[in-house]
């Protein structure tokens, strides 16, 4: 079942991703969220087959609660709920300015957008197979998040999931409602689903070349690792393809949260290997050539299959050959 590949995906990124957030408190929160994803697509998985992504359309989350400055938290975990999907690319979400103007046009805000029979006219106008809705709801010192995907033909909700917390007022997501540092929330969130699609590009394609393959632009992780490049909402994002880094030019000093396993060494150790041997099997040619012609060749490519069966693989460098001398060298091993 289609949806099931995609919940076992999330499962493996949790995996990866175990790492602070920021600490303690938000951690524990980002966790309890895409804990609350992953039951959304199990349940979900359960009903729809699909052997195609799911379109999807996330709304603002409504907050309930009596303090003013808690207005925007509401759509601060909807951002997080936006990038738990995008982080899994089995899904398409569909763009918040396409979202806005739809609902702009039917008159609707959050809590009218959120009924059933709004909902589902709301995603079949944006081409949705489902909608995702939510609450957030502050009791005391608690606060209880409700979660549900609407299929959009049946307007029905087809899975729903809930979690309690307590959070405190000094915390940064309390603040980032507050909009004191909304900004540079949604860029951590949207960078950490670009360093998630760097590294699943990495992972996939690394074990074939037995080096670390980083994408050569972040235009090549879209569609089969991100359905868009994330917005950066200020600045822009630069990326390092020999190295894999991104950031936000405008808030530098943001960095990915998540902490994968260095395979950068044990590339790089089957990579001096290879080179090792594939230096071995050219001199050994050469010197077949040698033998038989009297002279060396006057390049590598006229090494035929007796002496040798196919070029080795010189992984992130290229093979030198001296004619001359008939010495074979390594650009990158001298």
Same mark, same amino acid.
């Given at each position: #079942? ?36 992953l039951s959304i697509i199990e349940s979900y998985g ?56 739809? #609902? ?10 959120? $009924? ?6 709301? /995603? ?42 307590? =959070? ?5 997501? #309390? ?55 994330p917005d950066p909402h200020k600045g822009k994002w ?6 894999? $880094?991104?950031?936000n030019s405008a808030y530098p000093e943001v960095i ?6 260095? =395979? /950068? ?8 290997? $290879? ?8 001199? =050994? ?8 012609? /009297? ?21 992130? /460098? ?17």
């Amino acid at each position: #079942m289609f949806i099931k590949y995609a919940a076992a995906f999330l499962l493996l990124f949790f995996s990866f991703s175990g790492a602070s957030i920021n600490a303690g408190e938000k951690d524990t929160f980002q966790l309890q969220i895409r804990e609350l994803t992953l039951s959304i697509i199990e349940s979900y998985g359960n009903i729809v087959e699909s052997s195609r992504k799911i379109s999807i359309a996330v709304l603002d989350f409504e907050t309930i609660s009596q303090e003013p400055d808690r207005r925007d938290l509401g759509r601060a975990v909807s951002e997080m709920v936006v990038t738990e999907f995008v982080n899994n690319r089995f899904f398409r979400v569909v763009e918040r300015k396409q979202l806005e103007k739809i #609902m702009n046009e039917l008159e609707l805000d959050i809590a009218r957008a959120a $009924q059933p029979e709004n909902s589902s006219r709301l /995603g079949k106008l944006l081409g949705a197979d489902a909608v995702v809705i939510g609450s957030l709801s502050e009791i005391a010192e608690s606060f209880y998040i409700n979660i549900r995907m609407v299929d959009v033909e049946s307007g029905e909700a087809m899975a729903a999931a809930s979690s309690k917390f307590k =959070m405190k007022k000094t915390s940064l997501l #309390m603040r980032s409602a507050a909009g004191k540092e909304n900004i540079r929330d949604r860029i951590q969130y949207n960078l950490d689903a670009l360093d998630i699609a760097i590294h699943n590009y990495s992972y996939l394609r690394s074990p074939e070349q037995r080096r670390v393959i980083w994408p050569g632009s972040l235009k090549s992780l879209v569609p089969e690792y991100l359905d868009r490049i994330p917005d950066p909402h200020k600045g822009k994002w630069k990326y390092d393809p020999d190295t894999g $880094q991104v950031k936000n030019s405008a808030y530098p000093e943001v960095i990915p949260t998540t902490v994968y396993p260095k =395979m /950068g060494p044990i590339y790089k150790a089957i990579n001096e290997a $290879q080179v090792k041997i594939g230096l071995r099997k050219l001199e =050994m040619g050469v010197n077949m050539y040698m033998a038989e012609t /009297g002279s060396f060749p006057e390049k590598l490519e006229d090494l035929s299959e007796y002496h040798m069966m196919e070029m080795p693989d010189p992984g992130s /460098g290229r093979w030198e050959y001296d004619s001359k001398t008939g010495k074979v060298s390594h650009s990158k091993k001298k």
